[in-house]
């Protein structure tokens, strides 16, 4: 679960090997248009130029314009390359959505808004750097965007230290946690562990309550054993057999054997690119008599439902944040969303029907900014000397309603803890189409906190 | 049988020598005063991976052992250190030198029975170790949080030192903190080259069999490389948990072992301060290049290609073989 720079850039040097090399021959043969002597100048130019880059760096740039009228600038710190980058890809779209309509509608305090975005390569270090980069040299009014939660656990730290706002949309129970920092807020999306336990009521209740789990065995995956094992028990099941599967496997037959004859519901939430794998041996190993399955959609988002070899996955049960899938009747807040980030009623992107989108978690990029804009205004916000004011605004929301600034539905926003909680989805696979059948109520993953941000020191 | 006597650098040169590199650090004690924030702030981390990388040359460049394992010194280190002071509440002082000595009993363990291979089959092996370590981050992931990682309360690392209160979330503390362990890395390494020691690892990277016939117990003298190299790697990787608040798994792959070969390469092996100057040419050369095009890890590539068509040896490598000889 890192990032590939370094490793990709020595591919892509290799790759480009050849036409990067073509020059130089020419370069040094006598005879030839340049010579050595020419390409050191080009090389003692493009030194200079890149020094001068250095020297007069976006954050030595100084505004000219009264501070009224300078936008405010979100750092939106973005998976463009590494594991996360399908993500990054849609993150990308719907923040840039987002923001086109925050600033048709008059931008925030009357100020336009302009998101400067930085590539963290899906990694918690060069995180941490862009964070940095953020803060001290484009000189963001607050940082965001940030979905993988070793890059937000990584990055969190240096936001809190220098008292950067930070929004995150990474669904991780990190932020709820209570052990990142007055700085760092998840008002956009839902955390894993309120998504987890407000699935057990209905799992039981009509799946089963004999139930296997299969899940990574890293974090992500640990989250989901410790907290679904303590809802179900709640619920008079569970939890009879865990298999955790170590993130390097490729192949899964091994572990089915371990599934007990007795089991009613498999909960399987895998992540990563063997999930096509996974399902197809899942299939062999089951063939027509499978218990029920219930799934976490995180390891099908950015895939289609229906691609070859996910066939068995017919008639099974998903967890989604949002349904991909509008349905029949989608409310005009949905429609609008689609709409403007540019998503067919298939959770498809309106160009291109096989560039599916990652629908359960992007919308909380398009939220997270409304959530921001409000608590500015609450806030008064005028620039960076209010940063605290704006902690302190964000901390005092409560509620947001269902609306085209919150599509997704209704939330509950607990300040102490800087979580948001709101409804969730099952779907069931019907014709390679999942079609919702259950939403849960809020109330259904609230829990208790675990700790008070107000009370640490600003 | 005694060693044979090896001829110490000419004096002047050996002057010239320790006048760079003693400017260079200068250089970098007064660029905090004149460069702008971000720099400043990038510079500190640069000069923490940079001493990670000077420990790998010590392998690399002067040994000729090329160790594909290194994650797992830097890894021993950050965990040494992070995790002490994250479980048992340990403040900085005690978490750094846990972390120093985690990072040396590793070196020494691997070093052991790594050395009983060469070539290939070494690289290999300390592949095979660092996976294991990797894999060991993600398996005791109650301790660790695997890939998710740890973050450093601030009250492990605000302590009292001699009546003072020490924040390692001051920037300029950090920085100056940054520096001398970048200063006391190269020290080492200018130590070690220019000692007896240093050109018996010299010489086994030149010769291994024509070392052994003069008598230099070259097991022995690999494995000394080995383990000061890997403890100043974990030196590099305690320092890095404290004073950016963070430990995780990724630390621990398979890209933090090629991360210190690449920057060794580009900076120029077998040069005291190669290794510095290649991270922070790749430090920048990823945020400048970032900073124009979403496509930058192809202009990263292409730059890359240039150098090695250009510095076939690493910059100060082909500096030293083309216009500066006396370059340690």
Redesign the interface.
């Given at each position: 679960?890192?990032?590939?720079?370094?490793?990709?850039?020595?591919?892509?040097?290799?790759?480009?090997?050849d036409a990067?090399?073509a020059p130089?021959p020419a370069a040094t043969s006598p005879g030839a248009g340049a010579t050595r002597r020419d390409v050191l100048k080009g090389?003692g130019a493009g030194a200079a130029l890149?020094a001068g880059?250095?020297i007069l760096?976006?954050?030595?740039v100084r505004y000219a314009q009264a501070q009224s009228s300078a936008p405010i600038k979100i750092g939106f710190q973005v998976h463009?390359?590494g594991i996360g980058a399908a993500y990054g890809r849609w993150y990308e779209r719907t923040t840039n959505a987002a923001v086109k309509l925050i600033n048709e509608q008059g931008g925030i305090n009357g100020r336009p808004v302009e998101i400067v975005a930085?590539?963290d390569g899906t990694?918690?270090?060069?995180g941490?750097?862009v964070i940095?980069?953020f803060a001290?040299?484009h000189k963001v009014d607050v940082a965001f965007g940030t979905l993988f939660?070793?890059v937000v656990?990584?990055s969190?730290?240096?936001a809190g230290?220098l008292k950067l706002p930070y929004f995150v949309v990474s669904e991780?129970h990190?932020v709820a946690s209570t052990?990142?920092n007055r700085y760092t807020f998840q008002p956009g999306i839902t955390d894993v562990r309120s998504q987890v336990i407000s699935m057990a009521p209905w799992i039981a209740g009509n799946l089963g309550k004999k139930v296997t789990m299969i899940y990574p065995?890293?974090?992500?995956g640990?989250d989901h054993r410790d907290y679904f094992s303590e809802a179900i028990k709640a619920q008079g099941g569970e939890v009879t057999t865990l298999i955790p599967v170590?993130?390097?496997e490729t192949s899964f037959t091994r572990y089915f054997p371990n599934i007990p004859m007795d089991t009613e519901v498999l909960y399987h939430v895998m992540v990563g690119p063997a999930v096509l794998t996974f399902v197809k041996e899942l299939g062999e190993h089951f063939g027509s008599q499978r218990p029920e399955l219930f799934g976490f959609i995180d390891s099908l988002e950015a895939v289609d439902l229906a691609s070859p070899g996910l066939e068995f996955l017919e008639g099974t049960h998903f967890w989604e944040g949002y349904p991909r899938y509008a349905g029949a009747n989608p409310s005009a807040f949905d429609t609008f969303y689609r709409e403007k980030v540019g998503v067919d009623a298939n959770g498809a992107s309106v160009s291109d029907a096989a560039d599916i989108s990652t629908y359960s978690h992007m919308f909380g990029c398009w939220e997270t900014l409304y959530v921001l804009k409000q608590a500015m205004e609450a806030a008064g916000y005028q620039g960076p000397a209010d940063k605290a004011k704006l902690v302190e605004a964000t901390e005092a929301l409560t509620e947001f309603a269902e609306s085209n600034e919150h599509p997704q539905g209704a939330k509950v926003f607990n300040g102490k803890i800087h979580q948001v909680f709101g409804s969730q989805s099952i779907t069931k696979v019907t014709g390679g189409k999942a079609e919702l059948v259950h939403k849960t109520s809020i109330e259904d993953g609230m829990y208790e906190p675990e700790g008070d941000y107000t009370t640490m020191a600003l | 049988m005694s060693a044979p006597a090896i001829a110490a650098p000419r004096k002047g040169l050996a002057d010239k020598a320790i006048l760079l590199h003693v400017g260079v650090l200068a250089l970098l004690l007064a660029a905090q005063f004149v460069l702008?924030?971000?720099?400043a702030?990038?510079l500190t981390?640069v000069m923490l991976l940079a001493t990670f990388a000077v420990g790998y040359n010590l392998l690399f460049g002067y040994t000729g052992l090329l160790s594909l394992g290194h994650a797992l010194f830097f890894a021993a280190g950050l965990y040494g250190a992070a995790l002490p002071a994250y479980h048992f509440g340990w403040t900085a002082p005690p978490a750094f030198l846990a972390g120093i000595a985690a990072g040396f009993l590793v070196a020494l363990t691997v070093g052991a029975v790594a050395l009983r291979t060469t070539g290939v089959a070494f690289m290999i092996v300390t592949l095979m170790f660092a996976q294991a370590g990797y894999?060991a981050t993600?398996?005791f992931?109650?301790v660790t949080?695997?890939?998710?990682?740890?973050?450093?309360t601030d009250a492990v690392r605000r302590f009292e030192l001699l009546g003072l209160t020490v924040d390692l979330?001051d920037p300029g503390l950090r920085y100056n903190l940054a520096l001398a362990l970048l200063a006391a890395a190269i020290a080492i390494t200018l130590v070690v080259v220019r000692r007896p020691i240093g050109r018996v690892l010299v010489a086994i990277r030149e010769n291994e069999a024509r070392t052994l016939m003069l008598g230099y117990d070259s097991y022995r003298a690999k494995l000394v490389a080995v383990v000061l190299s890997g403890t100043i790697s974990a030196a590099a990787g305690a320092a890095y948990a404290l004073l950016?608040?963070?430990a995780?798994s990724?630390?621990a792959?398979i890209?933090y072992s090629?991360?210190p070969l690449?920057w060794t390469l580009l900076g120029g092996a077998a040069t005291v301060l190669g290794p510095v100057l290649g991270t922070l040419i790749?430090f920048?050369l990823?945020?400048?290049a970032?900073?124009f095009t979403?496509a930058?890890?192809?202009v990263?590539?292409?730059v890359?290609?240039?150098l090695v068509?250009?510095f076939p040896k690493g910059i100060l490598g082909t500096v030293r073989e083309r216009w500066l000889p006396w370059l340690p």
């Open positions: 679960m890192t990032d590939k720079i370094d490793i990709a850039g020595a591919t892509t040097s290799t790759t480009t090997a990067a090399g130089s090389i890149a880059g250095l760096g976006p954050g030595f463009r390359t930085e590539d990694d918690p270090r060069r941490a750097e940095e980069k001290t040299q939660s070793h656990i990584g969190a730290p240096r230290e991780g990190h052990k990142m065995d890293f974090a992500f640990y170590p993130p390097t | 702008p924030e971000y720099h702030l990038s981390r894999l993600l398996y992931g109650n949080r695997g890939d998710e990682g740890l973050v450093l979330a950016f608040a963070y995780g990724s630390f792959s890209h090629i991360y690449l790749m920048y990823i945020d400048l970032s900073g979403t930058h890890l192809v990263v590539g292409l890359l290609v240039a068509l250009f």
